[in-house]
């Protein structure tokens, strides 16, 4: 089978976590590199990963969590909290300086102009999504959403367990996390760890919609 395929499959989501199961260091570094290298629409890039991996910081985050997470942001080894960058335009030299530096355009490239051209169509894409009333905050946090997806699959793959902590007062753990004096807001969580014996989410059978009911060919 396709090990892709077969770790969809396999992967679901963890209701209860052994705390006495830490994640290890080579465990969370791929998960996080993974967070890293996920895509996002003109390569904006517009996340910063806050990891929370002992008990004091976890903890700091409780007054941002909704009764329902309160056991897996205390018990899980691992919580990650997305945010995301609020001047998305401001992040647009860093991301082109970047792509100069790891060689994305050659001599080329740089002679004909195209390096140019790259970014000044990320320049008024970034421009076009952030015009509306929300200024790119929902655009940001979609992209903060492909690497949400890469992470769970990657940890599925991984046999890491994971849990999207969707409930959480965002604009709280703003607070905690002091994210507005970095420019930055939280979209989403994840717990990582593993999964408690008596989490019975791990013996249920997976459901999802039949292939034809979500797929049509055109």
Known sequence: MNPILEAARRRYTAKHYDAKKPLTDEALHDLLEILRLAPSSLNIQPWHFYVARTPEARARLMPAVKDFNLERVREAPVIIVFAVERDLAARLDEINAQETKDGRFDAAAVASGFDKVVKEVRKGGVAAYCAGPDKGAVWAAEQAHIALGFLLLAAGAMGVDATTLGGMWFDKLDEILELPA?????????????????????????????????????
Request: proline share 5%; with cysteine.
């Open 182 to 218: 970095a420019g930055r807001h939280a979209v989403m969580a994840c717990a990582l760890g593993h999964r408690a014996l008596d989490d019975s989410n791990a013996v249920r059978p997976k459901s999802r919609l039949p292939f034809e009911e979500v797929v049509t060919f055109l």
